[in-house]
């Protein structure tokens, strides 16, 4: 939160996304921090999201945002071939910036997007919100703890009903895919274990399948990792699933625990623990990961606080993504010229 003593954030929002909300606006607002702007390329879409949330004012194009002095932090929802551009875009004005992951459409766009972040000396954050909430900590701790002995396997699938066939997703132009929209999440989830695993993990293989009527667009990616220490892991997705899915589970050599939906976990806190003493249910709290991802922005802008993502890692989080689709006979994805898009 902003705190008593600590200045709101003024924020700006690129385009109107239906994630916006429950992604930027409402933990902003519960944290008493400054909806100031938006922009996107359908003035009256913007100006209907500015009424709903709460935005001080609709501005008419993505640039004009971005030369607003009075915006210091920048909120990127765009679809996914526009989070580079116009990240690297906020960054050369001098913002912060708060991305929708991943950060670019593939590793080269990513490095130009962290070296731009060096240059800007302002706070890039790329939006694996999941990592902020206490379902994902406590995860950590018990394996840190010792009492799953040693890590063994680590699964992961993150997967949703299909979007329309007209959804940015299933562009390819725009850097779409399961891997991109889904996969991202079960591929940091695994990465973050690296502490815990001896080293991060490399990709030993991975298959996919391509997306009916949009070629080079998969609509389903399997991983399979390996770690220096000997655990394995896997990393699924699936963008037209029968359901909504986005569980994960650390398995070890006493024990395991498991986590059914890690990536929204106000929808359900629970992590479950099995060992030889047997099973209990641990509840995290059902406050939203964006609302804590947003406050350790903020902590970070306002105070210096470190925060445990960064350029740096959403370069290597990118590099796993394009190594997974070139081994599952897929292309990364190409990048997106943002002056055909600008709002």
């Known amino acids: 939160m902003s705190g008593p003593d600590r200045e709101p954030l003024r924020i700006g929002i690129l385009g109107a996304a239906r994630i916006t909300g429950r992604a930027l606006a409402d933990p902003a607002r519960a944290g008493g921090h400054r909806l100031v702007a938006v922009a996107a390329r359908d003035r009256s879409r913007a100006a209907s999201f500015a009424a709903e949330h709460g935005v001080e004012r609709v501005l008419g194009s993505y640039a004009g945002l971005l030369a607003d002095p009075e915006v210091e932090v920048v909120y990127n929802p765009l679809p996914n071939g526009l989070h580079g551009p116009w990240n690297l875009a906020a960054l050369a004005a001098g913002k912060h910036v708060l991305t929708e992951k991943p950060s670019a459409s593939d590793a080269a766009e990513a490095a130009e997007v962290r070296q731009a972040a060096a240059k800007a000396g302002t706070v890039f954050l790329e939006g694996f919100h999941y990592l902020f909430h206490p379902v ?64 991060a993990p490399r990709l030993v293989s991975a298959r996919g399948g391509e997306r009916g009527g949009a070629p080079g667009v998969d609509e389903w990616l399997d991983a399979e990792l390996a770690f220096p220490g000997g655990a394995t892991a896997s990393a699924r997705c699936h963008m037209a699933y029968g359901e909504l899915e986005m569980s994960c589970r650390i398995v070890g050599s006493l024990g395991e625990a498991a986590a059914p939906n890690f990536v929204l976990p106000h929808r359900d806190d629970r992590v479950v623990v099995r060992t030889a003493d047997g099973e209990r249910t641990e509840r995290l709290g059902t406050r939203s990961s964006y609302a804590y991802q947003l406050d350790a922005f903020a902590a970070r802008v306002r105070d210096g606080v470190p925060l445990p993502l960064d350029a740096d890692d959403a370069v290597a989080t990118m590099t796993l993504i394009d190594d997974c689709y070139r081994a599952a006979g897929f292309a990364p994805r190409p990048r997106t010229d943002a002056g055909r898009t600008a709002g």
Do not use: K, N, Q
Request: proline share 9%; with cysteine; aromatic share 4%.
């Open 136 to 199: 994902t900590r406590r995860l950590h701790e018990i394996l840190a703890s010792g009492e799953l002995g040693e890590l063994r396997r680590f699964e992961a699938l993150v997967a949703t009903p299909a979007p329309p066939d007209g959804d940015p997703r299933w562009s390819l132009p725009l850097a779409g895919g399961a891997l991109m929209d889904l996969g991202c999440y079960a591929l940091h989830a695994a990465r973050m274990l690296a502490p815990l695993a001896g080293g």
